[in-house]
């Protein structure tokens, strides 16, 4: 089973997380930020990673903190869980629906960090969530997995479908790309 524990502790944020890539989507979410508890309960259960995760911050300054060490600690679980990431699929993709929104991501467990995503200009709240945190949260996943990540917001104007849509979509790229077979490491150089 490929599974991974990660502890991080700063003057800002206390995570603890454990996950299996080999699960069902299962999962137990406890952080003060309710749209983050959604947001990880989605991911879980699109990406068929069970996950559980136990997580605090200084909310009173801001969800930022949080938000973003949240993803930094997913992406090192799922880069540790990975291995050497031989027979896994490595590439992932998909255009993804949710009602009036349409989101592509397209990413590749590489070992190269990169982030591209458009429509930056997108900003408002969800409830007292600021969208742009949604960025921040794959950023931070993208830099510590070390994946390349592209998404495109193609159409939306609810935020809350959005937000949704780009996690979903998100998700279902890294169950994709996580995806075992039986041909070794995917790259002409042997490793990943």
């Not at 991080?8 to 454990?18: S, W």
């Not at 930056?120 to 950023?139: A, M, N, P, Q, S």
């Not at 935020?159 to 996580?178: G, N, P, T, V």
């Amino acid at each position: 089973m490929r599974k991974a524990h990660i502890f991080r502790q700063t003057k800002e944020t206390t995570i603890d997380m454990e996950i299996n890539l080999d699960g069902t989507g299962a999962y137990q979410i406890e952080t003060p930020v309710g749209f983050l508890n959604h947001m990880m309960e989605s991911f879980s259960r699109h990406s068929f990673i069970d996950i559980s995760l136990k997580a605090e911050g200084d909310i009173d300054v801001s969800y930022h903190h949080l938000v973003e060490d949240v993803g930094i600690v997913l992406g090192q679980a799922v880069l540790k869980a990975l291995g050497d990431k031989s027979n896994i699929n490595r590439y992932g993709f998909s255009i993804l629906p949710m009602d009036e929104s349409l989101v592509l991501c397209s990413l590749d467990f590489s070992g190269r960090s990169l982030f591209y995503y458009d429509k930056k200009e997108i900003r408002g709240k969800i409830t007292e969530f600021d969208f742009e945190l949604i960025w921040e949260f794959v950023k931070g996943f993208a830099l510590e997995s070390k994946t390349t990540i592209h998404i495109k917001v193609l159409e939306g104007h609810v935020l809350h479908h959005i937000a949704e849509c780009i996690i979903k979509s998100f998700a279902f790229s890294i169950r994709q790309a996580i995806s075992k077979h039986d041909k070794g490491i995917l790259s002409t150089k042997g490793t990943l």
